[in-house]
């Protein structure tokens, strides 16, 4: 019963690298979404999608990239990391219908130097 | 804009102790309200929900109602354990946000034995 799978658990770039964190759901949910915690801050939006092929900024989007090719896989990129993306980011996903709870992956916990 | 509130922690208590941790929130319609809970070095996870005025919610010993008329949604335990310490986020869903939820930045709580 694996639900949402993150990976990797942790990362460490330097200024201006790229890298994709992956994220993936076997509940077959139609709704996915990256969130950023920052202490202090709680947990905002990055992006979000509906479903395949469609995807959606959130409240934080600059710097990231997302797309949704497929129902499992919602994949998050970073084109050129700053130290401000410092952050533990968190997968998750639901039904998407009225009134629906998010499932959580344990995060990847990623610094930038 | 839609928003929560949270009490701002930390909150120590000692075993056995009643819990409060106040939520309140701004939101066109009626949303419906979350509790999650994230233990050390996981992802949230759902502690409880309510969807409509003065339904309440319960999960593990806690429980919080839906107050639409103080746009409240506490959560309260009537004597917490160690392994209940965790950081606690209130969250709601407006009905057409597409599954989007909306965070208070969170409480965290430390039960000493």
């Known amino acids: 019963n694996a639900g949402v799978t993150q990976t990797p658990k942790f990362q460490v770039l330097k200024t201006g690298q790229s890298m994709t964190l992956q994220c993936a759901q076997d509940?077959?949910?139609?709704?996915m979404s990256w969130y950023r915690q920052d202490p202090g801050m709680g947990l905002r939006l990055i992006h979000y999608?509906?479903?395949?092929?469609?995807?959606d900024q959130g409240e934080v989007p600059n710097g990231y990239n997302v797309s949704r090719s497929t129902t499992e896989d919602f994949p998050l990129r970073l084109l050129s990391a700053a130290p401000s993306q410092t952050s533990v980011y968190f997968c998750a996903s639901s039904t998407g219908q009225n009134n629906s709870p998010l499932h959580f992956g344990n995060g990847t916990r990623l610094t930038v130097t | 804009g839609d928003s929560v509130t949270q009490m701002e922690g930390p909150v120590t208590l000692s075993e056995e102790a009643f819990l409060t941790i106040n939520c309140t929130y701004t939101?066109?319609?009626?949303?419906?309200l979350f509790w999650y809970v994230q233990y050390p070095g996981e992802g949230l996870q759902l502690l409880l929900k309510a969807t409509k005025a003065d339904d309440k919610g319960s999960n593990k010993g806690f429980e919080a109602t839906y107050r639409k008329e103080t746009t409240s949604f506490h959560l309260e335990k009537g004597s917490v354990q160690v392994s209940d310490s965790a950081v606690y986020f209130c969250a709601l869903q407006v009905g057409g946000s597409q599954g989007n939820l909306i965070f208070g930045k969170g409480t965290k709580l430390s039960v000493k034995p």
């Open positions: 509940m077959n949910h139609e709704y």
């Open positions: 999608s509906v479903g395949a092929g469609i995807t």
């Open positions: 939101a066109t319609g009626y949303p419906s």
